[in-house]
């Protein structure tokens, strides 16, 4: 049996980091902490959702559990959620999710996790460039990409971290040196990203969230989100774009 | 001669409330208040309100004077209005309705009363239970029920009041115990309704506006709202949907 | 060379100024001000920008220079600037536009501006009325009688000015005599004009700014708005159109 309370801001943050890339996950309770892992259809980008037990107000696991969730739903519900709002999660048998707050209670059909596509093995990746940096900013220089162009190319040095795009006569630059990094180990790397992905990705974070980046040469990206105020950590692996020489 | 102050909201709230079931409307001015009542097209439901001299700043009435209003178009002009503004009405021949309001004035023609269906008899129920709680949670609920289903049960007992709907796969149940409701009587009621019709009503009102419901078993519900701070009191009369065993 | 750096707000009302009428425009750049004009395709309405040098934070301009911008780009590019936050625009040579703003600069391709359609002559308009009046309830009545015709009437006497519009059903009268008005020379004068042309003006203003209408009898009207707090000087000239009698 399951039955967990967290505050709203958690569910929101969990549920919007999985539909960026699967309608349907499945979702691990153990001793430590609940967990997701999920690729995409088209074998792309891989997510990696994991809540520690301490960012529950309540967290009474009786045993290991796997169960399969309507993603998509549950996001769809998780809206008229608050964020300060207290939320119960019971799963009593394998077919029902219980989501409790204020007066209501919706109860939620459970997919037999051995339907679900099963998880990804994480890759092992030796990625030289590690840049962390507000999220907020990360956001602002997506969205500014994404507007001239479907790609983007992160690049790193010893001046710093860069995000460029090239439109058909435009481009656009951004660019943070060490002194506006959080954490920066000057590492040389440039690879390039598909911005349909990265868009979806930057909705779970906000100005005041903290991304790190480990960046390498024409190789995947990992995007590791600390979010809702630390409680949820979302990690994001991308596959790269072959830059046309 | 009608020459009428009030304030915006409660020209809001009026027009708001008479456009979720019917576009035009008779509404009429006697010495104690301003009313109206109409019945949706398909006959489902009815809506009364009702709007006491003492809710106007100025209530100049000569007779009593039945004028028929196009009340989308008011409606329309309504959202230019602010919440506190006053608002004159006025109507001088049979023909035309001015609104005036800040620096502008509207004339809007009226419609020949007689031109619109005639007012229904307010029918007379027996409703054994009584619910009285806040408007913005019932507002909820139906809002959450929207979402999986077309059709809500309401459902009374010792227990408290309950509202349920069924989806494909997924159950929602909004409850509210004698604790949380302003006014209960634990009377013993049952049935069900369309959310189409409910999700027009709620439109009327918000988190602090007090609801009442008088429940029965398979029969009409109605729900008497009060809003614009008690200025104006709007009635929905719903006909039950017929449960499947 | 051009190096200017200039509050967000400022870009923002320029380019919104522009692109109400056309999508390319030549900037000229002079030790005075920087400053453009454009006539609209259909040739009913001319705009006149003009930001003196005293409204910029930094104003190097080594001489005289035009640039041929594509505005609808910088516009687009203006929504992610927020209103108080200082933009560094640089040409270097005549090929590109740079334009910086917290850690992104974007390179937009300039226009030869021998290929922009050449500045019209600013008409010499002898108009009686000269009315000025917050931006804000001009925006309000011209928002309002857009929804029930689409041209207007502006009409002024010694008892003030007015905004009319006649819907199939519905009149609509905007009136403020001089008390209200911020300056008001009696002028009598009255001309109708197109709502379509209007609607484009007025989303460069809002409350608090200031707008001067200069009105004459059937003939074009000039709208000076004073807009980012008095930092650029907005004004259109507008055709009249034909009142059927």
């Known amino acids: 049996m399951i039955d967990v309370i967290v505050s709203g801001d958690v569910i929101k943050a969990v549920t919007k980091a999985m539909v960026a890339l699967v309608s349907e996950a499945r979702f691990h309770f153990d001793s430590e902490n609940m967990h997701s892992r999920a690729v995409d259809p088209a074998n792309v980008a891989m997510v990696i959702v994991k809540v520690p037990s301490s960012s529950f107000e309540v967290y009474k696991v009786d045993e290991e559990k796997v169960i399969g969730v309507d993603v998509n739903r549950v996001f769809d519900i998780s809206k008229s959620i608050k964020g300060g709002e207290l939320v ?15 007066s209501v209670q919706y109860s939620v059909a459970l997919i037999d996790p051995s339907a679900i596509r099963k998880e990804p093995r994480v890759p092992n990746l030796e990625l030289p ?4 940096l507000d999220a907020g900013e990360f956001k602002k220089a997506i969205g500014a990409a994404d507007k001239i162009s479907d790609h983007v190319v992160f690049r790193s040095d010893e001046t710093g971290f860069y995000i460029e795009a090239e439109g058909d006569v435009d481009h656009i630059e951004f660019h943070m040196g060490e ?3 959080i954490e920066f180990n000057r590492g040389e790397a440039r690879s390039m990203f ?7 990705f930057i909705k779970i974070a906000g100005s005041g969230d903290v991304l790190t980046i480990y960046l390498g040469n024409n190789y995947p990206v990992r995007l590791v989100f600390d979010v809702a105020d630390g409680k949820v950590n979302v990690e994001y692996i991308l596959a790269p774009r072959i830059e046309a020489e």
Chains 1, 2, 3 share one sequence.
Request: glycine share 4%; proline share 0%.
């Open 88 to 102: 119960e999660l019971k799963v009593e048998d394998d077919t029902t999710l219980r989501i409790k707050f204020g």
């Open 129 to 132: 460039a590690k840049i962390v």
């Open 179 to 181: 002194a506006e990094l």
């Open 194 to 200: 598909s911005i349909e992905y990265l868009k979806e």
